[in-house]
């Protein structure tokens, strides 16, 4: 499973959304945005709306809810040995918790907390959801100033069982976001 970026056009023909998938790694996930969006960039247009699909643990929400997530922490980021709180890099001048404004606001809201691995256990940090990459991606919008917007589908419980419910679950995810994206599309 790899990251992609790739735009869709609106009725008028030009890149309104840039919609990311995902796959195991929030730094992979950043680059491929990153490119995507420096290519409007570079030819001086205005930045589309960015929508992350992806799927995500939770001890909160059940297997198969969609949550929207605009709040982000990175989940793993732990410099508390030089006296920093958990979740925040030193020196960034990006906060720790990255918010955009709610796009799915039918959908139940969770604060997703990433990190560079799949969650079996619980997490320090207060997180409605896990996932590897949602972070990253919401800072490169963050420091391009881009809208974001991200829905997740809870395909586990981030417990011991999470690798064997998120492979039975994952093929269900697709049908959601399809729905999802054409209820936007046509709004």
């Known amino acids: 499973m790899g990251e992609f970026a790739s735009s869709l056009p609106s009725q ?5 959304v840039v919609i990311v998938g995902g796959g195991f790694a929030g730094l992979h996930a950043a680059i491929a945005l990153a490119r995507e969006l420096g290519r409007y960039l570079r030819r001086g247009q205005e930045l589309p709306l ?20 605009h709040e982000f922490v990175q989940r793993d980021m732990d410099v508390s040995g030089l006296g920093f709180a958990l ?18 606001n039918h ?4 604060v997703c907390g990433s990190g560079d691995s799949f969650a079996t256990v619980p997490t320090s940090m207060e997180c409605g959801v896990v996932d590897m990459e949602a972070y990253a991606l919401a800072k490169v919008c963050w420091y391009e100033k881009a809208q974001f917007a ?5 395909s586990d419980g981030a417990d011991h069982a999470a690798a064997d419910d998120w492979q039975q679950n994952l093929h269900k995810a697709a049908d959601e976001f399809l729905q999802l994206y054409t209820r936007f599309a046509h709004r």
């Open 107 to 110: 959908l139940p809201s969770a």
């Open 50 to 69: 960015v929508l992350n699909f992806g799927s995500a643990g939770s001890r909160q929400h059940a297997t198969g809810t969609l949550v929207e997530c």
């Open 87 to 104: 979740g925040v890099t030193p020196y960034d001048e990006a906060p720790p918790c990255l918010l955009f404004e709610r796009l799915f």
């Open 12 to 16: 008028s023909g030009e890149p309104r």
């Open 150 to 154: 991200c829905a997740k589908y809870v």
